[in-house]
Structures are given as C-alpha cells and as structure tokens.
C-alpha cells in the first residue's frame, strides 16, 4: 500500500523544518519531500538537501510540464513540490511529508483528500515576535509585514486534522512523530495486512 502523505504549515518563525527533521529522525518510515524554489540558498542552505534551487525560468518550464504535485508563490518567490519524487516515495511504501505554505496545503488536500494535515502553532505572539526578531536581517516594517502573515497563515488551522503547539521542540517533535505513527495505524491503511492475518486463520 502507499505510503501516507502528512501535509505540515505553520506561520514563517514557528520553526516547522527544524521540527519536522527531529520528528522523522524518530521513524525509518518517513521521508521529507524537498521542494523547488526560485529563492537565492540562504547561508548554509544546500542544494538538494533544503531544496532544489533554480531559476525562475527553469521553475516556469516546471510547471507547464506538469512536474509539480502543487506549487505557490510565497513572499514573493516560487515554490513547488515535485510530483515525481513524492510519487516514488510513496509507492515504495514511505510516508512522505510536504512542509508547504497554506496556499499549498490546500491545492494538496484537494488533490488527497485522505492526506493527514498538521498545522504547527507557536506558544504566543511574543513568542513569534521573539523568533522573527531574532532571524535578524529585517527592518522592524518586514516585521509587521511578516506578523500580519502570520496572522492571515493562522487564520488556515481549522483546514487541518492535528495542531502541534511548538514549544518545546523535543515534546513538538514527539507528538509530530506520534501523530504520524497512529495515521500509520488506521483500519483503512492497515486492510490489506489485517486481510493477510485473517487468511491464516482460514486454512
Ligand atoms: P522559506 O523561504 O522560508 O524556506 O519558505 C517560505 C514558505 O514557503 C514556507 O511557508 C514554506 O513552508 C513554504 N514552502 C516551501 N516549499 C514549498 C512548496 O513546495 N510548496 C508550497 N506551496 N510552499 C512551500
């Protein structure tokens, strides 16, 4: 059976990629789906591995050959998840995570309805202020710009099934990782096994 897509959002600064690499290095099972962007490598960022980055031309050929599940503009830069990639993880049997905008999260519901949604929260505004602030770089208008989309990205939680408050990123990580677990073990995902268990019981 396929794998189970888990679809994570949250608000820029509630730190949802550093929680979802703890939560998978709880599980064998789950892979990351690294995204397309037209965005420039932030410092330390690797191609490949925080995501592919290409040009805006090369995103736009993407697109027209139909090579994304889903894809958005965020902030003002593109991104997308690659279709094909998801496809393989999954049909190997992984589940696959897409840590993806709420423009997004919404385009891949539509297009999975059976798909898990997980919407990430940080503890407080001030919380969020704190961590925005402390990325640095930003004038105190990017700030505001920033909270403001961080309020509209809030106002999504109610599309998802899960809410995990990420305040103590070792408990946010256990209950991503719990939450992944119990999906793995619902009656529909599990037929064809228990289908399998029920055959030895009719020889
Ligand atoms: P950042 O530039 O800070 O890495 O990401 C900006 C936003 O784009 C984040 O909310 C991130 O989750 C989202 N994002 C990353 N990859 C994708 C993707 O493939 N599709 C969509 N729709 N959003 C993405």
Known sequence: MNGNLIIVSAPSGTGKTTLVYEAIKRDNFVKPSISYTSRAPRSGEKNGVDYYFVTSDEFET???????????RVHGNLYGTPRQSVEALRAAGYDVILTIDVQGASTARRLFPEA?????????YEALVNRLGMRG????????LRMQNALDEIAHYPNFDYVVINNDLNKAADELAAIILAERCRLERQTEVVEQILQTFRR
């Open 62 to 72: 993407m697109i027209e050959r139909g090579d994304f599940l889903e894809w958005a």
């Open 116 to 124: 898990t949604g997980v919407f990430i929260l940080p503890p407080s």
């Open 137 to 144: 770089g930003g004038t105190s208008d990017d700030l505001q």
